[in-house]
């Protein structure tokens, strides 16, 4: 296991220290599994956008009917 040292504000350290408390867990351990949410977002947002250029690349994009079908699911007409 790596040791890293970060600075953070004062109210984060107090929520932090006050989260870890009240699941009677360490600071260590909620910094760590904030740090494992935090990576896990990110890596499959860009795992999305970077997916999405590639089908743009290739040319894979909806056409007019099919946007229009998925817009009249949402879209209410006028009465």
Not at 20 to 44: G, H, N
Not at 56 to 75: M, N, P, Q
């Amino acid at each position: 296991m790596n040791a890293i040292t970060i600075r953070i504000s004062d109210d984060t350290a107090d929520r932090l220290d006050q989260l870890a408390r009240k699941l009677d867990r360490s600071q260590s351990t909620m910094a760590e599994q904030a740090i494992e949410d935090f990576l896990a977002r990110e890596e499959w947002q860009i795992a999305e956008i970077e997916a999405g250029l590639a089908e743009a690349d290739a040319g894979d994009f909806a056409t007019a009917e099919e946007v229009a079908a998925v817009a009249a699911k949402y879209i209410k007409r006028g009465s």
